[in-house]
C-alpha cells in the first residue's frame, strides 16, 4: 500500500518504458466504440502533469500557468480552449442545453517512489498512454490540480445553469483510493485544507443565493437531502433518529477528522415511479438550509454515518454511493413565479478487485455490481448517441432498452441520463502501473459518457395559482389569514361606532353615503348572516310604513307604541326625515291652496259666464279636494310627530 501523506515533489522529465500489454476488462466488450482512443502520435519525450507545481491557490483559470507547465512547448498553439460544460455543447437559449456528458479525468498525484507510469498528461484535454495511446475529453487535469481549479471550471458554470432552473449532476467515479473522496469532499478528512467540490459548490451556491437575492425581487428557498446506496439499499443519512447503534468501521467523514461510524440507519428507503420526478425516493429527509454552514453542518453530520472501512487499497475507502441532492427554489416576488432545479453531488464508491476479509468482500461485490450496472447504462446510451447522430434510430437494431432497473445507483441516476439533467462526471485515475488495467477501464467508461448526448429541458416555470408548491399555498394564506385579520378588527371598530353612528342620525345620507360602502366592504365574510339579517329589517320597515299609509286617524297611542317596538334602532331617523318631507309637502300645499284661495276671491267679481267656466274647470272641486289633502296631512304630521316622541321615549335608555 502506498504510505499516506507521502511528500510529492517534481518529477524529472523522461518517458517511461512500455508496459507490458493490459488485459482485457472483463466489463468491456470491444473497444471499436472507443472514438477517443488514438494511437499516440508524440515524437518527443513529455513529461507528466506531474512537473507542474502543486497548485498554489487562489483561483487559477484553466489557461493557468500549471497547464503550460505539462505541455510540450510546440503544442501550446493547437490548444483548444476548454469550455465550463461539456466541449460541444450547444445551449441555443436560455430553455434547453444540448450537447453530451461533460467528462473530466483527474489523476491521483505519483508519489516519486512510483514513478514508471506509462500515462502522460499533453494538454488540457488529452491523455496518452504509451500502448493504448490518446485520450481526449473536456478535461484533463494535471495530477497536481487543486479541487478549486476544478470547481472553477466544472462546478461553477453547472451553479449558474442550476439558478437559470436547469437540473445538474456530478459524479465521481474511479477505482477504490483514486481520489473521489478527496474530489467531492475534501481532504479535511486527512487533516488537510483543500475543501471538495461539495464545499465548494456550496458556498458558491449560497453567495449567489445572498447576491441575486439583494435586488429584491428573487427569493430562493433550499432544502437539502443526503443519501446512500450501501449493499443495495438505500439509507437517508440525515435520518439521525433512525439510527440505532451498529457497525465499529472508522469513519471518513468529511470533517470528522476520521471519527468511528457508531450507528447505522435502519430504516431502508424505497423507490418509486414519479410522474414528476420520473424516479423518487420515498420518505427521504428535505432539510431546509438558510446559509452553507448549516447546509455543511448536515452533510458532515450524515457523512459521519457514512459506511466506510479500511480496506486492502485504501485506509479509509466509502463502502457506499453517497448522493447530495440540493433542491433550490427560486421565486420571483413579483408574479409569484417559480423554478426548482436540483444540484446532485455524487461521490460513488470505487471499483476494487476481490480482497480477504468477508466483509469487505460482500460490500466490494455489490458495488462492483453496481458499477457494472452503471458502465452497461452509459454504453447503451453511448450506443444510442452514436446511432442518432448517424441517422439510425436507437431501437432499430432492438437495443433501445436502458437496463436503468439493474441497480439502485442507475435507477436513481436514471432522470439525470435520461436526458433530465446536465451532467458531469470527474473521473479519478491512479496512473501508477499495478493500477493499469482499473485505469484503462475507467477511461473506456469515460470515453463513453463523453459520447451520450444530453438534451435538457429547463425545470417548468410554476405559477402561484397552480397551487403545486407548497410554500406558495402556505404564503397565500398566510395573506388571507392577515386579510381576515384586519376584516375582524374593522368590525369590532364599526361596531363600536352603532350607536354614535345612530346618534348622528344615520338615514339617507348614510344610505347613499361611504358608510354603506364600508359596511359593504366589512359584511364579506359573513354575508349570508347580514343579508338575512336585512331581509328581517326590510320586512318590519315595510310593515312600518304600510302602518304610516294608514288612514292616520285611526292611529292611537298604542299603535304607535307597536310601531316603535318593531323599529329597529335607527329607524326613527328615518321617520324623522319622512316627517320633514311631509312637512315640506304641506308647506307647498298650503301656498298652492292660499293662491287658489286668492284667484277664487278674484272671480267673484267677474261674470256669471266667467264662475260657470271655472266651475266647469273642477277648480273648485280641487280647491276642496286640496282643503280635504290639507286636514288630512295635518293629521299625518301630528301622529308622526307623536310617533317620533315615542320613539324618543323608546330609545332613550339606549343612548
Ligand atoms: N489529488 C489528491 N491529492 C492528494 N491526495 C489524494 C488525492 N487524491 C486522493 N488522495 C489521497 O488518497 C487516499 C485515497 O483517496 P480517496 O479516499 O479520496 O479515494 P476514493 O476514490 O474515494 O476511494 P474509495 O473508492 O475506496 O472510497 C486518501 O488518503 C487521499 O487523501
Avoid at 472507443?34 to 483561483?59: D, E, G, K, V, Y
Avoid at 476481490?354 to 446510451?381: C, D, M, P, Y
Avoid at 276642496?624 to 288630512?632: A, F, H, K, P, V
Wanted: hydrophobic share 30%; with cysteine; proline share 4%.
Amino acid at each position: 500500500m502506498i504510505p499516506k501523506g507521502t511528500p510529492y515533489t517534481r518529477r524529472s522529465s523522461h518517458v517511461s518504458a512500455p508496459s507490458t500489454p493490459l488485459p482485457p476488462s472483463p466489463s468491456v466488450r470491444s473497444t471499436s466504440s472507443f472514438s477517443n482512443l488514438r494511437r499516440p502520435t508524440r515524437t518527443n519525450s513529455i513529461c507528466s502533469s506531474a512537473a507542474s507545481s502543486r497548485s498554489s491557490s487562489p483561483l487559477r483559470s484553466s489557461t493557468s500557468k500549471s497547464e503550460t507547465q505539462f505541455l510540450p512547448p510546440r503544442r501550446l498553439t493547437t490548444i483548444k480552449r476548454t469550455s465550463s460544460l461539456s466541449s460541444n455543447n450547444t445551449s441555443n437559449n436560455n430553455t434547453t442545453y444540448r450537447g453530451t456528458i461533460t467528462v473530466a479525468i483527474r489523476p491521483k498525484p505519483t508519489p516519486p517512489t512510483h514513478f514508471s507510469n506509462s500515462w502522460l498528461v499533453t494538454d488540457p484535454e488529452t491523455i496518452v498512454h504509451d500502448d493504448m495511446g490518446e485520450f481526449k475529453f473536456d478535461h484533463v487535469y494535471s495530477p497536481h490540480v487543486s479541487n478549486l481549479e476544478i470547481y472553477e471550471s466544472i462546478n461553477k458554470p453547472m451553479i449558474d445553469k442550476l439558478f437559470q432552473g436547469f437540473n445538474a449532476t456530478v459524479f465521481a467515479y474511479g477505482m477504490t483510493g483514486s481520489g473521489k473522496t478527496y474530489t467531492m469532499m475534501g481532504s479535511g478528512g486527512d487533516g488537510g485544507d483543500d475543501d471538495g467540490l461539495i464545499p465548494l459548490s456550496v458556498s458558491y451556491l449560497f453567495s449567489k443565493v445572498i447576491e441575486v437575492g439583494l435586488v429584491g425581487e428573487r427569493k430562493f428557498d433550499v432544502l437539502l437531502s443526503y443519501l446512500e446506496i450501501y449493499n443495495e439499499r438505500i439509507y437517508d443519512l440525515l435520518d439521525s433518529e433512525s439510527l440505532v447503534g451498529g457497525t465499529t468501521t472508522p469513519s471518513r467523514g468529511f470533517g470528522s477528522g476520521g471519527g468511528r461510524n457508531e450507528s447505522v440507519s435502519t430504516n431502508e428507503l424505497k423507490i418509486r415511479d414519479d410522474s414528476k420526478y420520473g424516479v423518487r425516493v420515498m420518505g427521504l429527509r428535505e432539510q431546509r438550509c438558510e446559509s452553507s454552514e448549516e447546509l455543511m453542518k448536515w452533510i458532515r453530520r450524515g457523512d459521519s454515518h457514512r459506511k466506510t472501512a479500511e480496506t486492502d487499497y485504501n485506509a479509509r475507502s466509502s463502502r457506499s454511493h453517497a448522493i447530495v441532492l440540493i433542491r433550490l427554489t427560486n421565486t420571483n416576488v413579483i408574479d409569484g413565479t417559480s423554478i426548482s432545479s436540483t444540484l446532485s453531488l455524487c461521490d460513488l464508491a470505487g471499483s476494487e478487485r476481490a480482497t480477504g476479509q468477508q466483509e469487505r468482500r460482500k460490500e466490494g461485490a455489490f458495488i462492483n455490481k453496481s458499477l457494472l450496472a452503471l458502465g452497461t447504462v452509459i454504453s447503451k446510451l453511448s450506443a444510442e448517441s452514436t446511432a442518432a447522430s448517424h441517422g439510425n434510430s436507437p431501437n432499430a437494431n432492438g437495443n433501445g432498452h436502458i437496463p436503468y432497473r439493474d441497480s439502485k445507483l442507475t435507477r436513481i441516476l436514471q432522470p439525470a441520463l435520461s436526458g433530465d439533467s446536465i451532467v458531469t462526471t470527474i473521473c479519478t485515475i491512479d496512473t501508477q502501473k499495478e493500477s493499469a488495467a482499473e485505469t484503462l477501464n475507467t477511461l473506456r467508461f469515460a470515453s463513453r459518457a463523453k459520447n451520450v448526448s444530453l438534451h435538457v429541458n429547463r425545470k417548468p416555470l410554476m405559477n402561484s395559482t397552480d397551487g403545486n408548491d407548497k410554500d406558495q399555498r402556505i404564503a397565500k394564506l398566510n395573506k388571507i389569514i392577515e386579510e381576515q385579520q384586519q376584516l375582524i378588527s374593522q368590525l369590532k371598530t364599526n361596531g363600536g361606532n352603532k350607536s354614535v353612528g345612530l346618534g348622528l342620525g344615520l338615514g339617507v345620507s348614510t344610505a347613499h353615503g361611504s358608510g354603506v360602502r364600508v359596511t359593504k366592504e366589512i359584511m364579506n365574510p359573513n354575508i349570508t348572516l347580514l343579508r338575512a339579517e336585512n331581509k328581517v329589517l326590510k320586512y318590519k320597515l315595510e310593515n312600518c310604513e304600510k302602518l304610516l299609509d294608514k288612514d292616520t286617524l285611526e292611529l292611537q297611542d298604542s299603535d304607535l307604541t307597536e310601531i316603535v317596538d318593531m323599529l329597529p334602532a335607527g329607524v326613527g331617523s328615518l321617520l324623522e326625515t319622512k316627517i320633514q318631507g311631509l312637512q315640506s309637502q304641506l308647506r307647498q300645499y298650503r301656498r298652492y291652496v292660499g293662491q287658489l284661495e286668492t284667484q277664487l276671491s278674484l272671480t267673484t267679481s267677474r261674470t256669471e259666464a266667467d264662475k260657470e267656466n271655472y266651475v266647469a274647470a273642477g277648480k273648485n272641486d280641487e280647491i276642496q279636494e286640496l282643503r280635504r289633502m290639507l286636514e288630512r296631512k295635518d293629521k299625518i304630521i301630528t301622529a308622526l310627530q307623536s310617533a317620533k316622541r315615542m320613539r324618543d321615549r323608546a330609545l332613550k335608555p339606549m343612548s
